[in-house]
């Protein structure tokens, strides 16, 4: 069946350093890969996003990486700031699907410590 | 001027009552959703309706009825709430533009708390 995993619950990093959410996906029909960053007491806000035929994607600070051999997703913040402290959560959407449904990972929550 | 809106945002009630939550949302998006998040932060899509169209439809208990009743606005209505459906219902719009390009932009959140 469908699963979207994320490797650890929680990573704490210092101030200023780089942080790397990583992601495992089972379905190899997903086509579009979503990270989303939801703070406490907020809805969920888009970071990024990746299509299966990239391998990489930049943002402003940020930058996520499709490996679709190991069907594998990470999210790399640099410097990471204390507004970043939140939960992350990547999810997919099956190829096949049009209906826009997303299948979230259970997030992993970032704290960075000063 | 906020994107998604949700009412209400915190709703204490007791089991048994039937409750109501409404969503809107002014980005002119054509597909809207509600999802549940539970206490350990696992989300998961309950119901998505695109044109006023009910296009999913999850193991979800009848006693949670979605409406549309336009583009803008979709409401969900919960009848003989269950101590399991505390939770926090997010809803989120996007608008369809061809597979797997759609962002979803997420509502505040309706805390619901059955007693």
């Known amino acids: 069946g469908e699963s979207v995993g994320l490797h650890l619950p929680t990573l704490s990093v210092q101030e200023g350093d780089n942080s790397i959410i990583n992601c495992a996906y089972s379905?190899?029909?997903?086509?579009?890969f979503i990270w989303y960053k939801q703070e406490s007491g907020k809805g969920p806000q888009f970071i990024i996003d990746?299509?299966?035929?990239?391998d990489k994607r930049q943002g402003q600070r940020v930058t996520v990486l499709l490996n679709k051999t190991v069907k594998h997703l990470s999210l790399q913040i640099a410097a990471t700031q204390p507004g970043d402290s939140a939960v992350y959560f990547c999810a997919e959407r099956e190829g096949s699907s049009n209906t826009g449904k997303l299948i979230f990972g259970q997030g992993t929550t970032l704290q960075v410590k000063p | 001027d906020t994107a998604v809106s949700q009412t209400p945002k915190y709703l204490v009630t007791q089991m048994g009552n039937d409750k109501s939550i409404k969503c809107e949302q002014n980005?002119?998006?054509?597909?809207m959703y509600w999802y549940k998040q539970d206490s350990k932060k696992f989300l998961k899509i309950m119901f998505s309706y695109n044109n006023k169209e009910l296009i999913i439809n999850e193991t979800v208990p009848n006693r949670f009825s979605p409406k549309s009743p336009d583009k803008a606005h979709l409401n969900l209505h919960i009848n003989s709430l269950e101590l399991g459906d505390s939770a926090v219902y997010f809803c989120?719009?996007?608008?369809?533009?061809?597979?797997?390009?759609?962002?979803?932009?997420f509502g505040p959140g309706t805390r619901l708390l059955v007693l």
């Open positions: 379905n190899s029909a997903s086509d579009y």
């Open positions: 980005l002119g998006h054509d597909t």
């Open positions: 990746i299509r299966s035929n990239m």
């Open positions: 989120a719009s996007s608008q369809r533009k061809g597979r797997g390009q759609e962002t979803q932009y």
